[in-house]
């Protein structure tokens, strides 16, 4: 049976169907209490691993966990990513894998989650202006003072993961990755190989909203397990790997409930495969 944890970085051990904040509201008033109340239910319902971002909101994303969920529970991971520049009136989001950037960065997200230690702490993405070497070496400087624990990446290819991995030891990779897109099958095959931790985002679209034939095979196994489109995309990606660990997002406390019940769904083998032959040819 597959494990329904996972051991990131050999060390924290998570549930493996995580929780997205990126869709939480963060304005005042009535949103943003139900923002709070939808962090607050998934740690109710068992959720020990949510991903965050400064670039959700400039930090207020990263507020708003805090708001809803400190002092922490023990056994709860929130991952964090860095490297994403804020705009200027008229600018484009940028990357900046700048040395003084990143220091600058995970000093502010240690300060707004109101930690030490940052778990897990993930680069937004990687800068192609700047080394590599230089970018994670900033990390690992704060992996060696003990504030952070792991290095993540995220939209990754294999060759980057792998030179990354002669420089840092790499816990988690965050590609966009679901039944119906597989662009990056071959970084999660990198990754199981290795053992680290594959964050599919966006992880049930568009198989939930998927037309034609995919649909219909999508809407035939939900229909024999008595489940949606959404936990059916669920279930067949944590039968993918077992270093597979959505993170779906939602606003909705009903929608929260409904993925975080995907985790409990048993495909068979034969569902499992059915689903699997539905990737479009140039994706799979």
Same mark, same amino acid.
């Given at each position: 049976?597959?494990?329904?944890?996972?051991?990131?970085?050999?060390?924290? +051990?998570?549930?493996?169907?995580?929780?997205?904040?990126?869709?939480?509201?963060?304005?005042?008033?009535?949103?943003?209490?139900?923002?709070?109340?939808?962090?607050?239910?998934?740690?109710?319902?068992?959720?020990?691993?949510?991903?965050?971002?400064?670039?959700?909101?400039?930090?207020?994303?990263?507020?708003?966990?805090?708001?809803?969920?400190?002092?922490?529970?023990?056994?709860?991971?929130?991952?964090?990513?860095?490297?994403?520049?804020?705009?200027?009136?008229?600018?484009?989001?940028?990357?900046?894998?700048?040395?003084?950037?990143?220091?600058?960065?995970?000093?502010?997200?240690?300060?707004?989650?109101?930690?030490?230690?940052?778990?897990?702490?993930?680069?937004?993405?990687?800068?192609?202006?700047?080394?590599? *070497?230089?970018?994670?070496?900033?990390?690992?400087?704060?992996?060696? +003072?003990?504030?952070?624990?792991?290095?993540?990446?995220?939209?990754?290819?294999? *060759?980057?993961?792998?030179?990354?991995?002669?420089?840092?030891?790499?816990?988690?990779?965050?590609?966009?990755?679901?039944?119906?897109?597989?662009?990056?099958?071959?970084?999660?095959?990198?990754?199981?190989?290795?053992?680290?931790?594959?964050?599919?985002?966006?992880?049930?679209?568009?198989?939930?909203?998927?037309?034609?034939?995919? *649909?219909?095979?999508?809407?035939?196994?939900?229909?024999?397990?008595?489940?949606?489109?959404?936990?059916? *995309?669920?279930?067949?990606?944590?039968?993918?790997?077992?270093?597979?660990?959505?993170?779906?997002?939602?606003?909705?406390?009903?929608?929260?409930?409904?993925?975080?019940?995907?985790?409990?769904?048993?495909?068979?083998?034969?569902?499992?495969?059915?689903?699997?032959?539905?990737?479009?040819?140039?994706?799979?």
């Amino acid at each position: 049976m597959t494990s329904s944890t996972f051991r990131i970085g050999g060390e924290i +051990d998570v549930r493996r169907l995580g929780f997205g904040a990126m869709r939480l509201p963060t304005e005042a008033g009535a949103a943003r209490e139900s923002g709070i109340a939808v962090a607050r239910r998934a740690v109710e319902l068992g959720v020990t691993l949510i991903d965050t971002a400064y670039m959700y909101g400039w930090g207020a994303n990263e507020d708003l966990l805090v708001e809803a969920l400190y002092p922490y529970p023990d056994d709860l991971l929130i991952a964090t990513k860095v490297a994403i520049e804020r705009p200027g009136p008229g600018e484009e989001i940028s990357v900046n894998g700048r040395p003084e950037f990143l220091r600058e960065q995970v000093e502010q997200a240690l300060r707004r989650l109101r930690v030490d230690r940052i778990g897990l702490l993930q680069m937004h993405r990687l800068d192609p202006m700047v080394p590599l *070497a230089d970018q994670l070496g900033t990390l690992r400087e704060f992996q060696l +003072d003990g504030r952070i624990g792991h290095i993540g990446l995220s939209e990754v290819t294999v *060759a980057e993961l792998e030179e990354a991995r002669r420089i840092v030891d790499v816990a988690s990779v965050q590609n966009r990755y679901n039944l119906l897109d597989r662009e990056h099958e071959a970084v999660l095959d990198a990754c199981d190989a290795a053992g680290i931790a594959f964050l599919p985002w966006r992880p049930v679209h568009p198989a939930s909203t998927a037309t034609s034939t995919a *649909a219909s095979e999508i809407a035939a196994v939900a229909a024999e397990l008595d489940a949606t489109a959404a936990q059916i *995309a669920l279930a067949w990606l944590l039968g993918r790997s077992p270093v597979v660990l959505p993170i779906p997002g939602t606003a909705s406390i009903g929608h929260l409930e409904e993925n975080v019940a995907a985790a409990s769904l048993r495909l068979s083998d034969e569902q499992w495969k059915r689903l699997d032959r539905i990737a479009p040819p140039a994706a799979g």
